[in-house]
């Protein structure tokens, strides 16, 4: 039995998943980043911690298949259990937040996936005053061979993929990235584009 959840281009949404439930992150239109925050139910101020992960789980720069995430008190979290993406994620770039478009130029209001989270969280009673690192699904920002960190245009395919499992009970937050401005960060070509979301629930 899935549950299905579209998310609107620029907005985000929360989701209460249980230890087992599997979540799935569909990119409908492909060339589109879906940031993904996850946070431990029973304390909120636990949450995914891409560093801690990289030293303690994955020594790897990159999200891959079968890798185990770890809170920021280095308790597992999420596992990802699929890639339907051919590895098109990275955990490098903060998210989007209103202080970056400032930066950018944007006066007045940009949506973020900054902002996408806090209010997915505020609905579950929870303030956010620090955003962590999200897992940036399909993204194609990477790190070159002299180590600068390149935003090439944003290759992920429609109908590409990702699959994690709770390892924990959990609240997860997927943010269909808003960014649209005209720089040398090509993130959402031709968006911002809406993310699908299914949630399978564990056999109880
Ligand atoms: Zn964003």
Do not use: W
Not at 90 to 111: I, K, N, Q, T, W
Not at 129 to 157: G, K, Y
């Amino acid at each position: 039995m899935f549950e299905s959840t579209h998310i609107p281009a620029r907005t985000g949404a929360g989701f209460d998943l249980r230890a087992g439930d599997r979540i799935k992150v569909i990119s409908p239109h492909g060339h589109q980043v879906a940031d993904f925050f996850a946070f431990n139910a029973a304390e909120p101020a636990e949450y995914l911690s891409a560093r801690h992960t990289l030293v303690s789980s994955t020594r790897h720069l990159y999200p891959r298949q079968g890798q185990i995430f770890l809170t920021a008190l280095r308790t597992p979290i999420m596992k990802f259990v699929a890639d339907g993406a051919r590895e098109q994620h990275e955990m490098l770039l903060a998210a989007c937040d209103p202080a970056r478009y400032s930066l950018l130029g944007v006066s007045g209001h940009h949506a973020s996936c900054g902002e996408n989270l806090q209010t997915a969280m505020a609905q579950r009673g929870v303030v956010i005053t620090e955003i962590p690192q999200p897992l940036n699904l399909f993204s194609s920002t990477r790190a070159d061979e002299q180590d600068n960190v390149i935003t090439h245009p944003n290759a992920s395919q429609p109908g590409d993929y990702a699959v994690f499992e709770a390892l924990m009970d959990c609240l997860v937050v997927v943010s269909a990235c808003p960014f649209d401005v005209e720089t040398q960060f090509p993130v959402n070509v031709g968006g911002p584009h809406p993310i699908d979301v299914e949630i399978e629930r564990a056999e109880k």
